[in-house]
């Protein structure tokens, strides 16, 4: 074996190293990472009867058809949900869309305390312990946001926390486009 055949041998291991860092990592980092397809979009939101956060009402989805509202995905225990609870605060006090809580595989009372701390941005709160909606909303985990139309169809998805560029370039056009 000659000494160029020795390198090339002693090289390659290395290369492949190389080689194999650089794919995985363009794969890995390819797109955006708060987009993901949900097989839900321009399908109706599922139908569910839970409790309310705040008492032992029921709630269903026809009792929320009528008007755009934003389902926020949340929990007590769900530190990127603190990240973007002062936005939709924000978004709740100009009253640009109702916003509806959907309370994630949590207990009443730790997600009771967290909203007495952080303030309630949401017009009502959707006690779903189980998990049960979030399966059939297809989450990831908390937080994730759902905008859905009057009718009852979800118009976008978003995961992760929801950031004031996520709402003025993705959401905002999708509300004022229904004026």
Same mark, same amino acid.
């Given at each position: ?71 926020? *995905? ?29 309370? =994630? ?16 941005? =949401? ?11 979030? *399966?059939?909303?297809?989450? =990831? ?11 009852? *169809?979800?118009? =976008? ?23």
């Amino acid at each position: 074996m000659t000494r160029r055949q020795r390198k090339i041998l002693l090289a390659s291991p290395l290369l492949g190293f190389f080689a194999l860092a650089f794919i995985l990592t363009i794969g890995f980092d390819v797109g955006r990472h708060d987009i993901h397809p949900s097989s839900l979009l321009n399908k109706s939101f599922p139908e569910f009867e839970l409790p309310s956060l705040h008492s032992q009402e029921t709630i269903q989805l026809s009792d929320l058809l009528g008007e755009p509202r934003l389902f926020n *995905v949340w929990a007590s225990w769900c530190s990127a949900c603190r990240t973007e609870h002062n936005l939709l605060r924000q978004i709740a006090e100009r009253n640009d869309v109702s916003i509806v809580g959907i309370n =994630y595989k949590d207990r009443r009372h730790d997600a009771l305390s967290w909203l007495f701390e952080l303030g309630d941005p =949401y017009s009502l709160s959707i006690l779903d312990s189980s998990g049960d909606l979030g *399966v059939e909303l297809g989450v =990831y985990g908390a937080p994730e946001t759902f905008l859905m139309d009057a009718k009852g *169809v979800i118009r =976008y998805k978003h995961v992760g926390p929801l950031t004031e560029e996520d709402w003025t370039n993705q959401i905002v056009p999708i509300l004022t486009s229904w004026d």
